[in-house]
């Protein structure tokens, strides 16, 4: 199984600053997909951005924006103008191309805590 | 609005009882999960529905069981459950052929005293 490793299990930025939660996972397909997730505290997960790995553009939505690295394997967020609400648990995750069913299942990392500043 | 719904949010309940998670959603999605989130928020998948009749076990060996009998339902049942089985269970559901992330529900926080 695909390996997604966070190795930022807490980080904290202070309100308008930004900040980079880094990723690395492992890997021996050539396509696959790649997501960053956002979990409040005892709030609903939810997509952040994601990127599929045969783009070598990085994805971007609004403030958030990803530093995708193919060769090293290193799918990291930049939070741009931290806001108080940015503030919770973000999860990268690793997905297959449709492989048989399975696939679709998501591999996640540990997870890192972001903690926001006023 | 199209959205995924789990209930209870929250249950505490004793060793031995029988317990069903109820996990709908709205968006027609054909494919669903379990994941189980322990105290330390690492996610494991514990089982996963590509359709009406067919589930899989996910990475993670667990002693629930699911179904899958209506396109929306995906139900996680523990036959007897035990502090072991204290955790939080997410519910997820994506759709065949687009680039899915997936869509969450909110979560049942369970706790088995």
């Known amino acids: 199984a695909q390996t997604v490793t966070q190795s930022q299990p807490e980080m904290s930025v202070q309100e308008a600053e930004t900040v980079t939660l880094s990723c690395t996972y492992d890997t021996s397909e050539s396509d696959y997909y790649l997501f960053w997730y956002k979990q409040p505290p005892s709030r609903q997960m939810i997509l952040v951005i994601r990127?599929?790995?045969?783009?070598?553009q990085n994805a971007t939505e609004n403030r958030f924006s990803v530093n995708f690295q193919k060769a090293a394997k290193s799918f990291s967020l930049k939070i741009s103008d931290s806001q108080l609400g940015d503030a919770a648990m973000y999860f990268c995750?690793?997905?297959?191309?449709?492989?048989?069913?399975?696939?679709?299942?998501?591999?996640f990392g540990k997870g890192t805590s972001l903690l926001v500043t006023p | 609005e199209a959205d995924i719904y789990q209930t209870p949010r929250y249950l505490v309940i004793g060793t031995g009882k029988k317990i069903t998670l109820e996990c709908s959603q709205t968006m027609g999605h054909d494919k669903m999960y379990w994941y189980q989130q322990d105290p330390g928020m690492e996610l494991h998948l514990i089982h996963y529905s590509y359709g009406v009749n067919s589930t899989e076990k996910g990475d993670l060996s667990s002693e629930s069981t699911v179904s899958r009998i209506r396109t929306e339902h995906f139900p996680l049942t523990l036959e007897s459950a035990r502090p072991s089985h204290t955790s939080q269970y997410l519910c997820a559901s994506s759709v065949s052929g687009t680039l899915g992330g997936y869509t969450f529900g909110s979560g049942t926080r369970l706790t088995v005293v």
């Open positions: 995750a690793y997905r297959r191309i449709n492989i048989g069913n399975s696939g679709y299942a998501l591999n």
């Open positions: 990127q599929e790995a045969y783009k070598q």
